[in-house]
């Protein structure tokens, strides 16, 4: 007995290290990619969107999106002459299949694209009691789904209600912002297959990226700016009626 | 006066190491005391370590390796610069019409299969009908320069290929026809 319980004592503090190693994890994925040097955000030019759909179909598939949830969509908004505060916005299956054609009855109509806007001060990171969502040093909001617990705190907390609980894992669920693509040096997938390029992946930190000199000359919104999220997807073109 | 005085210093140390004795004789329930707090705080330290992963707190509030496993993903559209290593003759093509802008894999899909393996991954036939709609449907919610149709009347249920080609779309060959549509 009392060997057994020696032996125990110097086993515990072992088996403490070796699991230690056990959960260092996977290597990182990209290695030439340095998670300092970027800090990325997204560029939507409202007057381009043609509400296509591509983006939705595109992020579905590049993500395993479950049937009836987005991780972006688009809306479509109809403003009839000053009721800027009430417009009327529809988003039939996020999007995915395009929008019915309607009639023009003299209002204003236009796409918006929506999607995470990788706050800066993001209040779902802020809200997750576990540290499962986090802002990574290159400026993404991110959800370590093997650490969530599904509280949906997170999804709660986002004005832009861009969080949804995956049916499937049962974890909050957001667009990573493609985050597997671009370490790799692509783009997004949503930005890759907008065909009008009223989407566009910026990376504010590269003084070389063409987001500087649109942001300079453009008048360019971000949502909800009374949150002070920090949001990093910038409207070009935003019409006052768009929450 | 010095009798008085004996007394109380006797009196004094008799007191003094009685109460030492006491002590010591409590000694063992604080070392056993001791003894229990040591096990449970070393038990907390084992325990936090094999709980908490090894990468918490790497960067902030949370896993970092978690950081490299949501990068590890792969990727399912290839992206243009890739087809066009292989296709430069439609990229060539392409770079004649106004749809150079749109990348390959908006209308063939994600492919990063076939481009992964060309040999055995082929990509599907598209239905124009279908394809070219999506974006060229008329709505009132597009932007107005953005070439749109009414497809119903526009072909009358033709593939759009009978007479666009998709890669280069303006008919070159009927211009008077492609006005007249316009």
């Known amino acids: ?243 | 006066m010095k009798e008085h005085c004996a007394i109380v210093g006797a009196g004094s140390a008799g007191k003094f190491s009685a109460g030492t004795v006491n002590l010591f004789k409590d000694l063992e329930h604080l070392i056993r005391l001791a003894a229990v707090m040591v096990i449970a705080v070393v038990a907390f330290v084992i325990l936090r370590a094999a709980v908490v992963p090894h990468s918490f707190g790497e960067y902030g509030h949370y896993r970092g390796d978690a950081i490299g496993e949501i990068a590890a993903r792969p990727v399912a559209f290839a992206g243009h610069d890739t087809c066009e290593t292989c296709h430069t003759d439609v990229a060539d093509q392409k770079k004649l019409g106004k749809h150079v802008v749109v990348a390959c894999e908006a209308c063939h899909g994600a492919l990063a299969k076939h481009a992964d393996d060309p040999g055995s991954v082929q990509p599907k036939k598209l239905d124009t009908a279908v394809v070219c709609a999506r974006c060229h449907e008329a709505n009132s919610a597009k932007p107005k320069g953005f070439p749109q149709v009414a497809t119903a009347d526009h072909s009358g249920g033709l593939a759009c290929d009978t007479c666009h080609p998709p890669h280069r779309p303006k008919i070159e060959t009927a211009k008077t026809a492609a006005e007249g549509k316009k």
């Open chain 1, 1 to 243: 007995m009392d060997t057994t319980r020696r032996r125990l004592l110097v086993l515990l503090p072992a088996a403490a290290v070796a699991w230690k190693f056990v959960l260092a994890g996977t290597p990182e994925a990209s290695p030439n990619y340095t998670l300092t040097g970027h800090w990325w955000g997204m560029l939507i030019d409202i007057p381009k969107c043609i509400g296509c759909g591509s983006c939705v179909r595109a992020c579905a598939e590049e993500n395993d999106v479950p049937e009836s949830y987005y991780r972006t969509w688009i809306e479509r908004y109809h403003v009839t002459d000053w009721h800027i505060e009430r417009p009327k916005v529809e988003s039939p299956d996020g999007g995915k299949q395009g929008f019915p054609p309607h009639a023009d009855d003299g209002g204003k109509n236009f796409f918006v694209p929506k999607l995470c806007n990788h706050c800066v001060d993001s209040p779902c990171t802020q809200v997750c009691p576990v540290g499962a969502t986090f802002v990574t040093p290159d400026g993404v909001v991110l959800v370590d789904k093997s650490y969530c617990l599904g509280c949906r705190y997170c999804i709660q907390a986002c004005p832009y209600g861009c969080r949804f609980l995956n049916p499937k894992t049962n974890t909050a669920e957001k667009c990573s912002l493609c985050y597997h693509r671009i370490t790799k040096g692509l783009t997004t997938a949503c930005c890759e297959v907008c065909p009008t390029g009223a989407r566009q992946l910026a990376d504010l930190k590269n003084p070389k990226d063409p987001i500087h000199e649109f942001l300079r000359t453009h008048t360019v919104q971000v949502l909800k700016p009374h949150m002070a999220t920090g949001a990093k997807v910038f409207y070009n073109g935003m019409d006052g009626s768009v929450r």
